[in-house]
C-alpha cells in the first residue's frame, strides 16, 4: 500500500473524524457535554448478600490497566518517610452495616477521585478517630 501525502492524507484524515463524530452522535446523543467515559465505565458497589442494599454505580474516568479503573475502589498513596501522611480511596464506606452513616460515607469520594487521610500510628488514628469499638469476648 502507498503512503498517502497532501490533500489526500487530509481527506482520509477528514472522513475518519466525520464517521467518528456521527457514530458517536448516534451512540451517545447530539450533546457533547454528556460524552463521558464513566458513562460506560462504572464501578458497581453492590452488596455482598442483599442486592436492596447496594448502593448506585459511580462513574469511573479510567479504563483497564489505569490508576484510576473499575473495580479499584481501593487504593492507597503511601509516604514512607511519615506513615501517617498516607492517603487512600475506598468505598463503598468503612461501615459493611446498612444504615450506618458510615456505610455508604466514601461513595462520592470515589466518584470524585478524592483520597481521605489515612493514618498509621497509634497517637495519629487515635487523634482522628470519631468513634470506637470495643469488641470483647463473652
Same mark, same amino acid.
Given at each position: 500500500?502507498?503512503?498517502?501525502?497532501?490533500?489526500?492524507?487530509?481527506?482520509?484524515?477528514?472522513?475518519?473524524? *466525520?464517521? &467518528?463524530?456521527? =457514530?458517536? #452522535?448516534? %451512540?451517545?446523543? /447530539? %450533546?457533547? *457535554?454528556?460524552?463521558?467515559?464513566?458513562? @460506560?465505565?462504572? /464501578?458497581?458497589?453492590?452488596?455482598? +448478600?442483599?442486592?436492596? !442494599?447496594?448502593?448506585?454505580?459511580?462513574?469511573?474516568?479510567?479504563? +483497564?490497566? /489505569?490508576?484510576?479503573?473499575?473495580?479499584? $475502589? !481501593?487504593? =492507597? @498513596? @503511601?509516604? !514512607?518517610?511519615?506513615?501517617?501522611?498516607?492517603?487512600?480511596? $475506598?468505598?463503598?464506606?468503612? /461501615?459493611?452495616?446498612?444504615?450506618?452513616?458510615?456505610?455508604?460515607?466514601?461513595?462520592?469520594?470515589?466518584?470524585?477521585?478524592?483520597? +481521605?487521610?489515612?493514618? +498509621? #500510628?497509634?497517637?495519629?488514628?487515635?487523634?482522628?478517630? &470519631?468513634?470506637?469499638?470495643?469488641?470483647?469476648?463473652?
Amino acid at each position: 500500500m502507498e503512503a498517502t501525502s497532501g490533500p489526500a492524507r487530509q481527506a482520509l484524515v477528514e472522513q475518519g473524524l *466525520s464517521q &467518528a463524530l456521527a =457514530r458517536l #452522535t448516534k %451512540d451517545w446523543g /447530539s %450533546d457533547w *457535554s454528556q460524552w463521558r467515559y464513566g458513562r @460506560i465505565n462504572e /464501578s458497581r458497589l453492590q452488596h455482598m +448478600f442483599i442486592d436492596q !442494599f447496594s448502593l448506585k454505580p459511580v462513574e469511573r474516568p479510567g479504563g +483497564f490497566n /489505569s490508576v484510576n479503573a473499575t473495580g479499584a $475502589n !481501593f487504593r =492507597r @498513596i @503511601i509516604d !514512607f518517610s511519615d506513615v501517617d501522611k498516607t492517603m487512600a480511596t $475506598n468505598a463503598p464506606g468503612e /461501615s459493611g452495616q446498612p444504615g450506618s452513616p458510615y456505610y455508604g460515607n466514601s461513595r462520592e469520594k470515589l466518584a470524585d477521585g478524592v483520597y +481521605f487521610n489515612l493514618p +498509621f #500510628t497509634r497517637p495519629a488514628v487515635e487523634k482522628q478517630a &470519631a468513634h470506637k469499638l470495643t469488641l470483647s469476648p463473652q
